[in-house]
Every structure is written in structure tokens, then in C-alpha cells.
């Protein structure tokens, strides 16, 4: 039976159409997942700038700094008076004799001025057979028009302009409130990431050793048992196999706590979240020291970008306001006024404006006294915390570049140790497959090895913490925001 060419064709284009191309055949059988994306610092601190509580508790203070300028402003914000008045009197004036109802109805707003003038302008409608004495405008209405103006105290300094002044501080101190939460958390996650890799090391490391150890206590009891070693050795193998275990166990626990340390930099849906193991990643390789010229930019950027001095800033700011309040106080007080009658029989006897000039001269002046010595007492303080501040600011960054050094030196000898105590153990391992030694000096020999590894771990760990207590002393994460974005892929298993 001959299959037409066409019909052969037609069948084998249906079949690779079903079948699908052979990449998307290899992406769909199993095994074949990609590969984990290791977690990396910058995802670490993106996360945690995007999710962590704490800093979003930090933010809310911008919310209540914007309350506090409102409330503040409250204070010269103008309000809409209406306010009627009415007396009865008997009048023993002609022609007005008798008994008459007179008053009036004021409409007009009262506003005050940061800078202690206060105002009235609106107009005002008389009630009943009134005069109006004067700024009659259409009719029986009174153009209402009046001021109070402070001369000497309160005049551009005042209890009300001062609050207002502290209260649009109050949102620059939130940025510093956030950028010292954003500064303490970066750092402390950075740390806890290098801790819980350092003790995805540990255990990566107990269990190879304990690995090497069953694997040879198997050979011992096999040759044990064809007499060609003591019993004596199997009891010591099977006792460094239950010493490798429980190590193995201690390090497993170290894993979990500093896996439960982490997920608290890891919040997802507001729940922390564990990272899995297959996330580990290698410790970055040592890189150089910055140079002089760097190292000096980064400590005159810390000495202004560095939240603890940018507080002490605006704590002076704010002393400042006090103390020239305070000074101010210590003025006499000279307050002109030109207001309206507000009384109605005055209104109606043809009294229009009222005009004044108070003068109040505190004898003592033990308030103002006080309040200034109090302000420039602070003021003095806080020259002196800027100053201790500042000094740490730059041993911070030193003590930082101290570490860093450090660190790589110890990288350098452990790893050079490592070398060294491999090698005595492979040759401790040769000689006892020659029967000159005994499976106690190779288990030690091993062991030195487990520690030698470990400190290489440690210090390739306290060389991450080094680098990231330099970001934090110089201020890098007060203002930058990290680039990475947070990833939730998780490896196919």
C-alpha cells in the first residue's frame, strides 16, 4: 500500500505543530528547572526599604509633621464673625425720648498676621434709630475697619509665628528620623544575611566531614572484620562519626535561628518570609580599599549627610527660634489699637472708633531672664554634641576601614591555613592506608581541617559586615535608595 507524498507531508507538519519545537519540548520535562537566583544585598536592603514595618512606622511621622504645620497654621487662618447685638434703653435726649431698642449686626473677618498684627474687615448693619458716626457705606451700614499692631514685643517674633516656625521643622526631622531607621535596618540586615549564609557554611561543612567520617568507618569495620585492623579502630571511627553528627546537628540549629533572623527583613504580605537555602549565595571576592582622595569625600559627605549630625542641625534650628523668642520677650510691651465701638449704647451715642496705645514695662524680668540663659545654655550643648559628633562620625569611618583591612588580611591567612591543613591531612590519610599511623591523628588532622575552613568562613563573613559598616558610617544609606528590585522566584525542585 503506497501513502501519497502530499498525505506524508500534511501528517509530519500536524505532529511537530502538536509536539511544539525542541526547546519548549526540553522546558517541559522534568528536572530540567532553572537554576536558583542567589540572594544578593542589594535585593536584601531593597526589600527591606519597601516592606519592613519599622520603616513604615518611620514614615508615619511625615503624616504627623504635616498635622503639627496645620495645627500651627491654624493660628492666622482668618475667621468669619457674624455677630448681632441688641439693648434696650429709655433715651432722655430729644427727640429720642423714651424707651428704645437699638443695636446692630456685625459681619466681618478676623484674621491675624505672623507677624503679631491682628485685623477686622468686613461691615456692620445698625438695628433701630442708630447714628452712624462715621465710613457710613450705602445706607444704614458701617465700613468695619480695625487693627492691633504689637510695636515693640510680638512684633515679627511671637508664641504663635515661633510654633509655626518649629512645626515646618518637624518634617525635615522626620526625613532624619527615617533616614537613621533606614541607616540602623540596612545595617543589621546586611549583617544577619552574612550570618546566615556563614551558617549555611557551617552546615555544608559539618556534613561533608561527617560524610567523610561514615564513609571510613565503613571501610574500618569491613576491615575489621577481615582482621586486617582492631576493633579498637571501629569503636574510634564510630565515635568520630557520633562527634561529626552532633556538630552537624549544632550547625543545622544555627541555620534555623539565623534563617528566623532573617525572615524579619523579608516581609512579604506583611508576614515575614524565610528565604530558602537553595538562595545561598558565595561570598563576594575582597576588593581594594578606597583611595585617600574617596575616603576623604566619604568623610566630609558623613558630616553632613549622616542623620545624628543632620538632627543636631535642626535641633539648633529650633534653640535658635527659642532664644529669639526669648530675647524678644524681654522687650517691653507697646501695643496700638484702632478698633470699633463694640458696644451698642456707644454705637448709638456716635461713637465710631475707639483708638489706643498700651505700654506694659515688666520691672523684674526674671522670665525673660530665665528663658534666655535656658536657650543659650542648649545652644551651648549642642555646639558641643556637634562637635563629639562629628569626631565620630570620622572614627566610625575609620574604625570601618580598620576592619576591612583586617579582615582581608585574615582572609589571606585562613585561606593559606586551609592549604596547609588540607595537605597534612591527605598525607595523614596516605600514611594511614600504609598502616604508620592511626585513624586517631587522621581524625585530628580532619578536624583541623573543619576549623581551618570554619575561620575562612568567619572572616570572609566579618569582611562583608566590615564592607557594609563603611556604607553605614559614611552615610551612604541615609539618602540613596537601592536600585534592586525584590524577586520571588523560587527553583523548581
Given at each position: 500500500m503506497r501513502v501519497p507524498v502530499g498525505f506524508l507531508a500534511i501528517f509530519v507538519c500536524a505532529v511537530i505543530l502538536i509536539a511544539g519545537p525542541p526547546e519548549s519540548r526540553s522546558e517541559q520535562l522534568p528536572g530540567k528547572s532553572l537554576p536558583a537566583i542567589p540572594l544578593s544585598l542589594d535585593e536584601v536592603l531593597a526589600w527591606v526599604?519597601?516592606?519592613?514595618?519599622?520603616?513604615?512606622?518611620?514614615?508615619?511621622?511625615?503624616?504627623?509633621?504635616r498635622g503639627r504645620l496645620l495645627k500651627a497654621m491654624s493660628a492666622f487662618e482668618p475667621t468669619l464673625v457674624n455677630d448681632?447685638?441688641?439693648?434696650r434703653f429709655i433715651s432722655s435726649s430729644s427727640p429720642l425720648k423714651g424707651t428704645q431698642m437699638v443695636g446692630f449686626n456685625d459681619t466681618f473677618l478676623d484674621f491675624k498676621h505672623p507677624s503679631g498684627i491682628r485685623g477686622i474687615a468686613g461691615y456692620r448693619q445698625s438695628l433701630g434709630d442708630a447714628r452712624i458716626p462715621d465710613l457710613k457705606v450705602l445706607g444704614d451700614n458701617q465700613l468695619l475697619l480695625g487693627a492691633s499692631i504689637p510695636l515693640l514685643r510680638g512684633l515679627m517674633v511671637n508664641p504663635e509665628s515661633a510654633e509655626m516656625q518649629r512645626s515646618e521643622l518637624a518634617d525635615p526631622r522626620a526625613d532624619?528620623?527615617?533616614a537613621e531607621t533606614r541607616q540602623g535596618l540596612f545595617l543589621a540586615a546586611a549583617t544577619q544575611l552574612w550570618d546566615w549564609v556563614s551558617a549555611a557554611k557551617f552546615v555544608d561543612i559539618a556534613r561533608r566531614a561527617q560524610k567523610v567520617a561514615e564513609d571510613r568507618l565503613k571501610q574500618i569495620d569491613q576491615r575489621a572484620k577481615a582482621g586486617a585492623a582492631a576493633p579498637l579502630d571501629a569503636v574510634e571511627a564510630s565515635q568520630e562519626?557520633?562527634?561529626?553528627?552532633?556538630?552537624?546537628?549544632?550547625?543545622?540549629?544555627?541555620?534555623?535561628?539565623?534563617?528566623?533572623?532573617?525572615?524579619?527583613f523579608l516581609w512579604d504580605n506583611d508576614h515575614p518570609s524565610a528565604p530558602v537555602l537553595e538562595r545561598v549565595p558565595d561570598f563576594p571576592e575582597p576588593q581594594g580599599l578606597p583611595a585617600a582622595d574617596t575616603v576623604l569625600a566619604h568623610k566630609l559627605q558623613a558630616r553632613t549627610d549622616r542623620p545624628e549630625i543632620r538632627e543636631i542641625d535642626i535641633e539648633a534650628k529650633i534653640n535658635n527660634i527659642d532664644l529669639a523668642l526669648a530675647k524678644n520677650?524681654?522687650?517691653?510691651?507697646?501695643?496700638?489699637?484702632?478698633?470699633?465701638?463694640?458696644?451698642?449704647?456707644?454705637f448709638v451715642l456716635g461713637l465710631g472708633y475707639k483708638f489706643g496705645l498700651e505700654l506694659r514695662v515688666p520691672l523684674m524680668q526674671r522670665r525673660g531672664r530665665g528663658e534666655v540663659l535656658e536657650a543659650q545654655g542648649r545652644a551651648d550643648r549642642l555646639v558641643l554634641t556637634q562637635k563629639?559628633?562629628?569626631?565620630?562620625?570620622?572614627?566610625?569611618?575609620?574604625?570601618?576601614?580598620?576592619?576591612?583591612?583586617?579582615?582581608?588580611?585574615?582572609?589571606?591567612?585562613?585561606?593559606?591555613?586551609?592549604?596547609?591543613?588540607?595537605?597534612?591531612?591527605?598525607?595523614?590519610?596516605?600514611?594511614?592506608?600504609?598502616?604508620?599511623?592511626?585513624?586517631?591523628?587522621?581524625?585530628l588532622r580532619e578536624r583541623n581541617t573543619v576549623d581551618s575552613e570554619v575561620q575562612l568562613v568567619r572572616a570572609k563573613a566579618d569582611y562583608q559586615k566590615a564592607l557594609a559598616n563603611y556604607q553605614w558610617a559614611i552615610g551612604a544609606w541615609a539618602k540613596s535608595q537601592p536600585s534592586a528590585v525584590p524577586v520571588t522566584y523560587k527553583s523548581v525542585r
Open positions: 526599604d519597601r516592606t519592613h514595618p519599622l520603616l513604615k512606622s518611620a514614615g508615619t511621622d511625615k503624616v504627623a509633621a448681632t447685638e441688641i439693648e532624619v528620623k527615617i562519626v557520633q562527634r561529626r553528627k552532633e556538630s552537624a546537628i549544632a550547625a543545622q540549629r544555627l541555620l534555623e535561628q539565623e534563617g528566623l533572623k532573617m525572615s524579619l520677650n524681654l522687650l517691653p510691651s507697646l501695643d496700638a489699637d484702632a478698633t470699633p465701638a463694640r458696644n451698642p449704647e456707644k563629639y559628633r562629628e569626631q565620630q562620625v570620622l572614627v566610625d569611618v575609620d574604625n570601618a576601614l580598620s576592619a576591612i583591612e583586617r579582615a582581608k588580611e585574615r582572609i589571606t591567612a585562613a585561606a593559606e591555613s586551609l592549604r596547609l591543613a588540607r595537605t597534612l591531612e591527605e598525607g595523614e590519610r596516605f600514611r594511614f592506608s600504609l598502616g604508620a599511623t592511626s585513624v586517631l591523628f587522621v581524625n
